[in-house]
């Protein structure tokens, strides 16, 4: 079974050897890098069931464009994550977004904090709804809508580099 971890101090992630997957701390994650996650009791328990392979976004050229004119829907375990360093309130909005999405609020002790889904705006050029977490954030999650049940909110939210 492959361990997964939360965000953890940097310390740590010299003791896991790669290209075995590793314990990751956000600060260690680039653009555009591809990471794998699952929202579990523990990350020490969880396995491959629930996987969804996450393309970072992490500087704000890459949160800017997030997901938008993207013409078809997400598969099921696909997404984006959003990386906030310092961590800060969670603000997603709609533009040029072309699919449904559900978000996923994470706090920086690792728990999901927040789930939404968001529809269609009905002028996606120009959205009128912000999406908000209180308190702050470290990570917001964009999924296919409905990927996460209410009952994940709470869950630890753990991740994992892949091996280039």
């Known amino acids: 079974m492959k361990k ?40 020490e328990k969880s396995g491959e069931a629930g996987l969804i392979q996450l393309e970072v976004a992490k500087t704000e050229p890459f949160q800017r464009k997030g997901l938008s004119n993207r013409p078809l829907p997400l598969k099921k375990n696909a997404g984006m994550i959003f990386i906030f360093q310092p961590k800060r309130i969670g603000e997603i909005w709609m533009k040029k977004t072309l699919i449904p999405l559900q978000l996923v609020h994470v706090v920086p002790e690792g728990k999901v904090l927040q789930i939404q889904e968001m529809p269609v705006e009905k002028n996606p050029e120009h959205p009128t709804k912000i999406y908000r977490a209180w308190p702050e954030v470290d990570a917001v999650l964009e999924l296919k809508p409905g990927r996460l049940p209410p009952s994940d909110i709470g869950k630890q939210f753990c991740v994992r580099r892949v091996a280039p």
């Open 4 to 43: 997964w971890s939360t965000s953890i101090p940097l310390l740590a992630v010299a003791f896991f050897p790669w290209p075995e997957f590793m314990k990751v701390h956000y600060a260690e994650i680039k653009d555009g890098e591809k990471i794998e996650a699952v929202v579990s009791e523990s990350c």
